[in-house]
């Protein structure tokens, strides 16, 4: 069984940082590609960032220049700094990655629980 647990979400006023970890557990063989997805209340979800390597990423274009996306493969762990967060960047922030595990010949995708980030004025 894999696991995706988040965290480092909370309450900040617009222009401050926050920085979102998720650790992936089980037993896994590889990870392909890591993300991050939000939704915020009444839309739908929306992919943030996502990372295959330090050399493969792509962004939203809302949080280009802000949010950067980073991972520690050794410790199958994805990472995203959020820097100049404003009050549309409230929303639930959930992770997502493409793993393989052990038993099985395919990766599959899976999701973490997903961690509430809220931007004030």
């Known amino acids: 069984q894999v696991q995706l647990v988040e965290s480092g979400g909370g309450l900040v006023q617009a222009g401050g940082s926050l920085r979102l970890s998720c650790a992936a557990s089980?037993?896994?063989?590889?990870?392909?590609?890591m993300g991050w997805y939000r939704q915020a209340p009444g839309k739908q979800r929306e992919l943030v960032a996502r990372?295959?390597?330090?050399?493969?990423?792509n962004y939203a274009d809302s949080v280009k220049g802000r949010f950067t996306i980073s991972r520690d493969n050794a410790k199958n762990t994805v990472y995203l700094q959020m820097n100049s967060l404003k009050p549309e960047d409230t929303a639930v922030y959930y992770c997502?990655?493409?793993?393989?595990?052990?038993?099985?010949?395919?990766?599959?995708?899976?999701w973490g629980q997903g961690t509430q980030v809220t931007v004030y004025p």
């Open positions: 089980g037993s896994i063989r590889s990870i392909n590609a």
């Open positions: 990372i295959l390597s330090a050399a493969s990423t």
């Open positions: 997502n990655a493409d793993i393989r595990q052990w038993a099985y010949v395919s990766s599959m995708n899976y």
